[in-house]
């Protein structure tokens, strides 16, 4: 007999909704971790590795790209395995 959790991964992998999933957890990792930035630039989709975020300021644009590789690495750190490469503003 299958386990819930075995039976609901199942069902997200049969549906191809993993990076979907991955996208909630990775925007809980954004609200709590990444509180400095939170209020100003939002995760807006993760798909194919890729992070995409949006702010509406310049200079939080400018902010967040000298921060890229900090920011993926933490988010690779609290995830467990390497799910960001590359983020798009």
């Known amino acids: 007999m299958k386990s819930v959790k075995n039976i609901i991964e199942q069902i997200i992998i049969e ?17 709590n971790h990444f509180y400095k930035y939170a209020n100003n630039i939002s995760v807006i989709k993760y798909k194919n590795k890729v992070l995409y975020l949006k702010t509406n ?3 939080w644009r ?4 000298m921060q890229f590789d900090t920011i993926i690495k933490q988010f690779n750190f609290y995830l467990k395995e390497n799910l960001i490469e590359k983020i798009i503003i």
Do not use: G, L, T
């Open 15 to 31: 549906n191809n909704m993993e990076d979907e999933v991955r996208f909630i957890h990775i925007s809980d990792i954004w609200k």
């Open 57 to 59: 300021s310049p200079s």
């Open 62 to 65: 400018q902010e967040i790209a």
